[in-house]
């Protein structure tokens, strides 16, 4: 089989760099993520899992190294043995294979909560409202905001906000969905809520890589912990080693104040 040929690797970051000015942010970061795996990214404030995430989908350019998802270079092509940036297009087309939930919301405040579902599956993908309509109805209901298809943000309380985010993610059938810090803006009641949800996707196969200092979610739903401080990745392994046996002083330092 032609497919078989490629491996399950949905992203792959190879010896990634970054630099602001003079600021050497990530230091040649690696990561495979695959099919149906989650991996939660977790680390000091400044280390540069934002960073990261944003290299990801190229909402920054990368100094070195390279990224792949689904076997496709983001944000470049290949010229002999240099990569060149690829066209706006062709990125903003990558970029619908990439679902992202940010930390805000970002919904538009001027549309209803189906509105903001269908927006991309009709006005990138090309569906018909009809079928985009249907589709989003189910997928607010599967975010258990079946009731609220036709209400806007700004009445909506920041978990369910947050919960279209993601069912306006799920739209357009993303192979893979990155969520930096998404209930860290959330008041602690609504977080469960959210959690949850992100927690049935991971269960239902969905590939995920959620920046988070929620170590409840980790255990539940993570594969995989990935543990980065200044701006590399310094250990990584099941939520249950994190709890029970980090080895590195930087882990278990930053473990003692988050649990
Ligand atoms: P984290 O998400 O782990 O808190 P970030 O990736 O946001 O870390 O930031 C890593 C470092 O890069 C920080 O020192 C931050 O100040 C810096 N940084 C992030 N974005 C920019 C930017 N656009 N310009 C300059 N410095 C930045
Ligand atoms: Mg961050």
Known sequence: MAGALMTDVVMRAEDVHKRFGRLEVLKGVSLDVQQRETVCIIGPSGSGKTTFIRCINHLEKVDGG??????????????????VEDSEKSIARQRTQIGMVFQRFNL?????????????????????REQATEEGVRLLTRVGLADKTGTYPGKLSGGQQQRVAIAR??????????????????????????????????????????????????????????MMDAGVIIEEGTPEHFFQAPEHERTKQFLSKIL
């Not at 390279?66 to 990569?83: A, P, W």
């Not at 538009?108 to 018909?128: C, D, M, R, W, Y």
């Not at 993610?169 to 609504?190: G, Q, Y």
Request: charge should be negative; hydrophobic fraction near 45%.
């Open 108 to 128: 538009f405040p001027h549309k209803t909560a189906l509105e903001n579902v269908i927006e991309a599956p009709v006005h990138v993908l090309g569906q018909s």
């Open 66 to 83: 390279r990224i792949t998802v689904n076997g496709h270079l983001i944000g470049y092509r290949q010229k002999g043995d240099r990569l």
């Open 169 to 226: 993610s799920l739209a357009m059938k993303p192979a893979l969905i990155l969520f930096d810090e998404p209930t860290s803006a959330l008041d602690p009641e609504v977080t469960g809520e959210v959690l949850s949800v992100m927690e049935e996707l991971a269960h239902e196969g969905m590939t995920m890589i959620v920046v988070t200092h929620e170590m409840g979610f980790a255990r539940e739903a993570a594969d995989r912990v990935v």
